[in-house]
């Protein structure tokens, strides 16, 4: 039976990569999470086992190491754009490739009135994303991001107002807990931007908006969380995901007691998901 490749790729997944820049006055640490995919002319290995284009995927693993050791970096979409030129150079039959990274964030203990130079605590569960991609027609791209920022607000958050049938049971509120976690992806218009600088300040926008909006919906706070961040002119597209993290007030009146909006069960399935995405449009 005749067949035929339509797609493939390959790649190295789960490359764990510390560094310790060890500075005079403090240290550096970066841990960051590498996965590498190869698209390309491969079908040859694939139908007939040729692997002479096959560049082995334990020689991806080893790049990383090497890179990261002779360029020193402070932000993983430099790194990334790294990795992407070297690899479409080394290997010639792949005809795109790209590169996930994912960094694990540590921050300083706090010793005293200064952090300390040497020792560190992980940031909770919180991690900076991005995405780097690049081709032979010298096409590149960087997607940058947020993975579990988890936040909450005790007030200013609503949700009445929508469609009731026979099967609808949730109560409308107009002052309810909001909380998720949330997953931003954004879109450099380049690719030599200041990337530390603008990751952090996309950060702080979609926390300033979150904790200022007064929100009637998730869908609500979400469309101003990237308004917010789309007022920085190097950030063409952002994309949301903002899971709700459904906190149920108790009933307390088999108690005698009333529930003053204070007592609550934090639930974990079955919950909603909202995502949209917020592009700057042409003027």
Same mark, same amino acid.
């Given at each position: 039976?005749?067949?035929?490749?339509?797609?493939?790729?390959?790649?190295?997944?789960? *490359?764990?990569? *510390?560094?310790?820049?060890?500075?005079? %006055?403090?240290?550096?640490?970066?841990?960051?999470?590498?996965?590498?995919?190869?698209?390309?002319? @491969?079908?040859?290995?694939?139908?007939?086992?040729?692997?002479? =284009?096959?560049?082995?995927?334990?020689?991806?693993?080893?790049? $990383?190491?090497?890179?990261?050791?002779?360029?020193?970096?402070?932000?993983?979409?430099?790194?990334?754009?790294?990795?992407?030129?070297?690899?479409?150079?080394?290997?010639?039959?792949?005809?795109?490739?790209? *590169?996930?990274?994912? %960094?694990?964030?540590?921050?300083?203990?706090?010793?005293?009135?200064?952090? #300390?130079?040497?020792?560190?605590?992980?940031?909770?569960?919180?991690? &900076?994303?991005?995405?780097?991609?690049?081709? &032979?027609?010298?096409?590149?791209?960087?997607?940058?991001?947020?993975?579990?920022? $988890?936040?909450?607000?005790?007030?200013?958050?609503? @949700? %009445? =107002?929508?469609?009731?049938?026979?099967?609808?049971?949730?109560? /409308?509120?107009?002052?309810?807990?909001?909380?998720?976690?949330?997953?931003?992806?954004?879109?450099?218009?380049?690719?030599?931007?200041?990337?530390?600088?603008?990751?952090?300040?996309?950060?702080?926008?979609?926390?300033?908006?979150?904790?200022?909006?007064?929100?009637?919906?998730?869908?609500?706070?979400?469309?101003?969380?990237?308004?917010?961040?789309?007022?920085?002119?190097?950030?063409?597209?952002?994309?949301?995901?903002?899971?709700?993290? #459904? #906190?149920?007030?108790?009933?307390?009146?088999?108690?005698?007691? /009333?529930?003053?909006?204070?007592?609550?069960?934090?639930? $974990?399935?079955?919950?909603?998901?909202? %995502? =949209?995405?917020?592009?700057?449009?042409?003027?």
């Amino acid at each position: 039976m005749p067949v035929t490749l339509t797609d493939n790729n390959y790649g190295k997944q789960a *490359v764990r990569l *510390v560094t310790v820049r060890r500075e005079e %006055e403090r240290h550096e640490l970066k841990d960051v999470t590498v996965a590498i995919r190869f698209e390309g002319d @491969f079908a040859a290995a694939y139908a007939a086992g040729e692997n002479q =284009g096959v560049f082995p995927t334990d020689t991806m693993k080893n790049t $990383v190491y090497a890179l990261a050791a002779e360029n020193p970096f402070e932000d993983i979409e430099s790194f990334g754009l790294l990795l992407t030129d070297h690899f479409l150079e080394a290997s010639p039959r792949a005809s795109a490739v790209r *590169v996930n990274l994912t %960094e694990h964030l540590w921050e300083p203990i706090e010793a005293g009135e200064s952090p #300390h130079p040497h020792a560190f605590r992980r940031a909770g569960s919180e991690q &900076r994303t991005a995405v780097v991609t690049r081709d &032979r027609q010298g096409g590149a791209g960087v997607v940058a991001g947020i993975e579990d920022l $988890v936040v909450m607000k005790t007030a200013k958050s609503a @949700f %009445e =107002g929508f469609p009731r049938d026979r099967y609808t049971t949730l109560k /409308e509120t107009s002052d309810r807990l909001l909380a998720t976690a949330v997953r931003a992806t954004w879109t450099y218009a380049r690719t030599d931007v200041a990337f530390g600088r603008l990751w952090h300040e996309v950060r702080r926008r979609l926390l300033e908006a979150f904790a200022h909006h007064d929100s009637l919906s998730v869908q609500h706070t979400l469309y101003a969380m990237g308004e917010a961040a789309l007022e920085i002119a190097e950030v063409e597209e952002i994309h949301l995901s903002m899971p709700n993290k #459904h #906190h149920i007030p108790v009933d307390l009146t088999p108690f005698g007691l /009333e529930n003053r909006n204070e007592i609550f069960v934090a639930t $974990v399935e079955p919950y909603g998901l909202i %995502e =949209g995405t917020l592009r700057r449009m042409s003027s």
